[in-house]
C-alpha cells in the first residue's frame, strides 16, 4: 500500500500521454476483455482481487480524473459504468462486484487517465479504505 500511494504522490496529472494511452494504441500488451469504438478493458497486471479489469476511455478529452469531468463528459463516464455492467456479466460475477475511480494522490490514482476498476470473485469487505 505504501507504494501505490508513493506513486500516486509522484504522478503528476496532466494530459500527456498515460501507460493507458500506449495500451489502448497496442504499444503495450494486455490481456483484452471487452472493446468497443469508445472504450477499452484490460485485465489488471496487480489484480486486488479475482477479477480486476480496468475500463478506460479510448479518448481520454482532458478527463484525466473524475474531478476533471465536464459537461462534455457525461456520456464517456455514463459508457464506462455501462460497460462494467456488461463485462460483470461477462466475467459471471452474479453475486456482485466493486466499482472503484480513485481521483487525486489522496485517491490513490496513479495514472492520470480517468479509468473504472471492476472488482469481483471474492466478498468485499467495508470500510474499503
Given at each position: 500500500?505504501?507504494?501505490?500511494?508513493?506513486?500516486?504522490?509522484?504522478?503528476?496529472?496532466?494530459?500527456?500521454?498515460?501507460?493507458?494511452d500506449k495500451i489502448i494504441k497496442k504499444e503495450i500488451?494486455?490481456?483484452?476483455?471487452?472493446?468497443?469504438?469508445?472504450?477499452?478493458?484490460?485485465?489488471?497486471?496487480?489484480?486486488?482481487?479475482?477479477?480486476?479489469?480496468?475500463?478506460?476511455?479510448?479518448?481520454?478529452?482532458?478527463?484525466?480524473?473524475?474531478?476533471?469531468?465536464?459537461?462534455?463528459?457525461?456520456?464517456?463516464?455514463?459508457?464506462?459504468?455501462?460497460?462494467?455492467?456488461?463485462?460483470?456479466?461477462?466475467?459471471?460475477?452474479?453475486?456482485?462486484?466493486?466499482?472503484?475511480?480513485?481521483?487525486?494522490?489522496?485517491?490513490?490514482?496513479?495514472?492520470?487517465?480517468?479509468?473504472?476498476?471492476?472488482?469481483?470473485?471474492?466478498?468485499?469487505?467495508?470500510?474499503?479504505?
Open positions: 500500500m505504501a507504494s501505490e500511494k508513493e506513486a500516486a504522490f509522484a504522478a503528476t496529472p496532466s494530459d500527456a500521454p498515460t501507460v493507458f500488451p494486455s490481456t483484452v476483455v471487452y472493446e468497443d469504438d469508445k472504450v477499452l478493458a484490460f485485465r489488471d497486471i496487480n489484480p486486488q482481487a479475482p477479477v480486476h479489469i480496468l475500463i478506460v476511455p479510448k479518448v481520454k478529452d482532458g478527463l484525466t480524473g473524475l474531478s476533471k469531468a465536464e459537461e462534455r463528459h457525461f456520456e464517456i463516464l455514463g459508457r464506462l459504468l455501462y460497460t462494467a455492467k456488461l463485462i460483470a456479466k461477462q466475467e459471471r460475477l452474479d453475486d456482485g462486484f466493486r466499482i472503484v475511480i480513485n481521483d487525486g494522490p489522496y485517491g490513490c490514482q496513479s495514472v492520470y487517465h480517468i479509468h473504472v476498476h471492476l472488482l469481483g470473485g471474492r466478498q468485499m469487505n467495508w470500510p474499503p479504505g
